[in-house]
Structures are given as structure tokens and as C-alpha cells.
């Protein structure tokens, strides 16, 4: 019979030596892999087993080189995150007590890399961040300083909350931290992290809600100023549309349709980074003109006379060997290019890679959600995806066609594929010793 789980909600109500306590005897016992009278929630879980696949010290803290200086600012001049400062700090800082010092927290944010790029909070908790290395310029992944809500945020992609010796390293037992990532709405690219952290004294179920709501908040926020270009492209456009003649697109620099012309209105296009002015090919579009515009690209289709032989794509590589980079990459006679995955499409395209035989909406749905009901979502998803990987996908059942080689490109340890996911099909395959993972 399995342990029942520890509560976050429990664990508030106890004193923070009472749950450390708690927590500790949980965790000595996954590292000696005995038995505890409650299991660790699901997410720490997971990560401890991470941890010790990859020899992290559970004893004491390693501590990487910093940025220097110019590397920080340099960072932090480029990200996105940046701009979003402000939204953070209202959100998380502006809370009743902190002006008379009573709450005693601070924000954390970070990049993709896991590397800290800003923080602001609680003087005497500052101070104690140093004592951990939880400064600027530190890399606070897992595979460095074990679970925490930094890390382990940027590897299952959802936010998470980490208190006392939920973390893997004995040396922050001290801390209670909840962070939530932050992705680009354009193109689901992982931007960062966001983390409130503090004293175990501090911990409180809601946190977890509070970091995840304001990083919906900034997301938000990205998606606004997504439109407002969009519109400013648009404008710029549009005169430009109505003298073309024929067919024409006009989309951002992340290929997000702002107007069309004399084709069917379709909401994002393939861009690829690399894509220059002149002539080149665009998947579901083809051979194409391109002209640069003020924030995008003036597109032309070509007609078949006057396009290039084509072809269709013979060889797709889908990548999901890294934790939070999935991508598939596209060749043959259209070409070649490459597109990061979200997270749902890197499941159901590892799922048919390794069903060559294929799916139906059906079988997805129970193989991706576990409900076999959910077949309206499926078709959605396999529709967005037919219409961008050009024409490798069949469907009735959904399939790769006969005609294309798939290569799989997975985690050396099985224990590590897409760990973000929870689809059914996909946590067999952690759990399958390798037997049933696509090859």
C-alpha cells in the first residue's frame, strides 16, 4: 500500500522545527532507499531521483563561479525579463509588511540557464542568501545545487514550491522557496524564473499561487505587447498588401500573421531564425519571396510555374534528449529547418514516433491525458502540427508517413525523458528500462 503524501498545507501549520524534523526522516530515507511513514509530494520525489542519477553531494553545497560582472550585465541587458522588473516587484513586494520589514522574503529572478540575474527582498535575508551562494550571477540549476524552486522550476516547467529539506542539499534545509517559470507567449521559449524565497518560519501554502499567478501576470503582459506590434506591423503593412497583388502575408519576426492577402488566413507561419531576404522556402508555404519590413517580413508565395522543384521532407529528427529543449528537425527535397516544440507537441510527436504503426484521436487522448474523451483536442493539436511539418504527418490513424525516416534523439537515462510530462504514455516509458522507447 502506498505512503500517504506530505501536505504543504500540513506543513504550515507545524512549527519549523516540527516539519524540518518531518521532512528530513523523509528524505534520509529515499537517500538510504528505506521506507517513511509519508512519501515526498510527487515533484520532489522526482527530483531527489534526479539528483542521485546525476551524483549530486546531498551533504554539501557546490558552488559554481559566478558571472563576472560584464557577463551579468550583459545578460541582463538582453533578457526579456528585464522589462517585466516592475509587474514582478509589484506583485511580490508590494504586500502588507513590507514596508515595516515584517515580511521577511525575497524575489529571485533568473534565466533559462538558471543562472540569478536579479533579487531584491528582506536586508537580513539577503544576507543570508549570500551565506548560500544565492547571489547574482549564481547558476542555480538542479544538476548544480540540487532541488530548489529556481532548478527545479526550469525542469518540469510549472511552478513549484521547495520547503526545508524538501531540498536534495543538506546546507539549504534553512529555506523555503516557491518559484514558477516564465515563457515567451510567442513561441513558448522558456525565458526564466521567478522565486520568492525565505526562512523556513516564512512558509505558507499560498506562496506557491501567489509566484505562479504574477508569472501568468508577466505572461500576460508579453502577450499585449505581442498585439500591440503585431497591430504596428500591420499598419505598416497593409498599404503595402493592397498594391502586391496576388498572394502576400505580412508577419512578425516570430511569424505571427499581422495581414494577409489572396491566401487563407492562418494564425503563425514557420519562420526560421536564419531566414534572410530573397528567395527561400517556408514550410506550409513553399518556395517564397521574402522583403524585410519594420518588425517582420512582406512574404510572397510563389505560384507552382514559377516555384522551384519541390519535393517532400524524407527524414524528421526530433530531439528531447535535453530537459526543457525539444526541437524536430525537418530535410529532403523542401529543405531544411528546425523548430522548437512546445510541450504537448514534443509528447504526441514522441508518441507516434515510437507507434509508427499510428494513433487514433482516441488512442492519443488516453496515451497524452489519460481520457480517451479528449479527442477534440487531439485533432486540434495534430491539425496545427500537419499544417507546419511539411507533409509528414498522415492521418486516419495519425502517423508518420511510410516514406519518412524518424530518428529520435532521448536522454541517456530513460528516468530523464521530457520530465516535465505527465502524459501516461510517456511515464511508461520512463519506467520501461528502455524496452519501450522509440530508437
Known sequence: MRNATVDITRLAAMNAREATLLLKNIRDAALRGGRAPLAP?????????????????????????????????????????????PLLREGLMSVPGASTGAVRHIMVVADADGRVLWREGHPSVLRMADGHGFEPGADWRESTVGTNGVGTALVVRRPVQVH????????????????????????????????VSGPVTTVHPATLLLV????????????????????RLRA????????????????????????????????????PPSLEAGRGWLPTLGECDVEPLPGGWLVRPLDAADARAGGVATRLVLDVSRPRDWTVRVSGAVGCWTRELSPRHAELLYVLAARRDGRTAAQLAEDVFGDRTRTVTVRAEMSRMRRTLGGVLAHRPYRFRDEVEVEVVAPADAGDLLPYSTAPAVVAARHADGGDRAE
Open 164 to 195: 526545508s529539506a524538501e531540498h536534495f542539499v543538506a546546507t539549504h534545509h534553512a529555506w523555503t522557496c516557491a518559484g514558477a517559470p516564465i515563457t515567451d507567449p510567442r513561441d513558448g521559449r522558456l525565458m526564466g524564473v521567478v522565486d
Open 41 to 85: 509530494r510527487a515533484e520532489i520525489g522526482a527530483s531527489w531521483q534526479r539528483m542521485l542519477r546525476e551524483g549530486v553531494d546531498p551533504d554539501r553545497d557546490r558552488r559554481s563561479g559566478l558571472l563576472s560582472p560584464a557577463e551579468l550585465e550583459a545578460r541582463r541587458a538582453g533578457s526579456p525579463l528585464a522589462d517585466l522588473l
Open 236 to 271: 505598416v503593412a497593409a498599404p503595402m498588401l493592397c498594391r502586391v497583388g496576388g498572394r502576400a502575408l505580412a508577419v512578425d519576426r516570430h511569424g505571427w500573421t499581422a495581414a494577409v492577402t489572396g491566401v487563407a488566413p492562418v494564425d503563425r507561419v514557420p519562420v
Open 212 to 231: 505562479g499567478s504574477v508569472a501568468r501576470l508577466a505572461e500576460a503582459e508579453l502577450r499585449n505587447r505581442h498585439l500591440a506590434g503585431l497591430a
